[in-house]
């Protein structure tokens, strides 16, 4: 069975200031997706950015970029230049190709102070 | 065009009662998936069809049912109602049956309280 594992319950970070949110992932899978999305309080979850197991390479969406590290099954996810509209929940999921079953973490929640 | 649509947003009931929520998920999107999230946790997959045909389904007791329609709206039904069904229930559509090919739209979700 696949599990997530965020290990950061919150975490704060100043506008226009960097913060990387931590992520580590369990499964016996070759072949996997990864997925950081955002839950604002009106409910609605939001992909954020999405990183194929077999690529090497990290996958960036503007501010938002990913530190994947197949070997330690970690897959943290950095943003850069903080804004107010980016304070809610995170939460990394995981994908085994299998149909359209995600896998979540229990999410970190994060604050964006002046 | 609209996104994924979720009825009712609020939903009271009593332990014992039968509840039916309802998605109807983007224009040409022909699947949908169905989570429950637990205040303070993450999603948990309950069911996914695709085409009507049920495509995965997580580990929930057999009080879950859903269904599709030929419009591919759907419909997810808790009978049976127990304290701990108490959750928002996220639906999710994608275009095709697969998440990363094709990503999850998902709704804002029902929140459903049992007393």
């Known amino acids: 069975a696949q599990t997530v594992t965020q290990s950061q319950p919150e975490m704060s970070v100043q506008e226009a200031e960097t913060v990387t949110l931590s992520c580590t992932y369990d499964?016996?899978?070759?072949?996997?997706?990864l997925f950081w999305y955002k839950q604002p309080p009106s409910r609605q979850m939001i992909l954020v950015i999405r990183?194929?197991?077999?690529?090497?390479q990290n996958a960036t969406e503007n501010r938002f970029s990913v530190n994947f590290q197949k070997a330690a099954k970690s897959f943290s996810l950095k943003i850069s230049d903080s804004q107010l509209g980016d304070a809610a929940m995170y939460f990394c999921?995981?994908?085994?190709?299998?149909?359209?079953?995600?896998?979540f973490g229990t999410g970190t929640r994060l604050q964006v102070t002046l | 065009d609209a996104g994924v649509t979720q009825s009712p947003t609020h939903l009271i009931k009593t332990r014992g009662q039968h509840v039916t929520l309802r998605c109807s998920p983007i224009?040409?999107?022909?699947?949908v998936s169905w989570y429950q999230q637990v205040l303070g946790q993450g999603p948990q997959f309950i069911f996914q069809?695709?085409?009507?045909?049920?495509?995965g389904r997580g580990n929930f007791p057999d009080r879950f049912s859903a269904r599709q329609f030929p419009n591919y709206s759907s419909e997810l039904n808790v009978n049976a109602l127990l304290l701990g069904d108490s959750a928002l229930y996220l639906c999710?559509?994608?275009?095709?049956?697969?998440?990363?090919?094709?990503?999850?739209?998902f709704g804002n979700g029902t929140r459903l309280t049992v007393t």
């Open positions: 990183q194929e197991a077999y690529k090497q």
């Open positions: 499964t016996s899978e070759s072949d996997y997706y």
């Open positions: 999921a995981e994908n085994t190709g299998t149909a359209s079953k995600l896998t």
């Open positions: 069809y695709y085409e009507k045909e049920e495509r």
């Open positions: 224009s040409g999107h022909k699947s």
């Open positions: 999710a559509s994608s275009h095709r049956d697969t998440a990363y090919n094709s990503p999850l739209h």
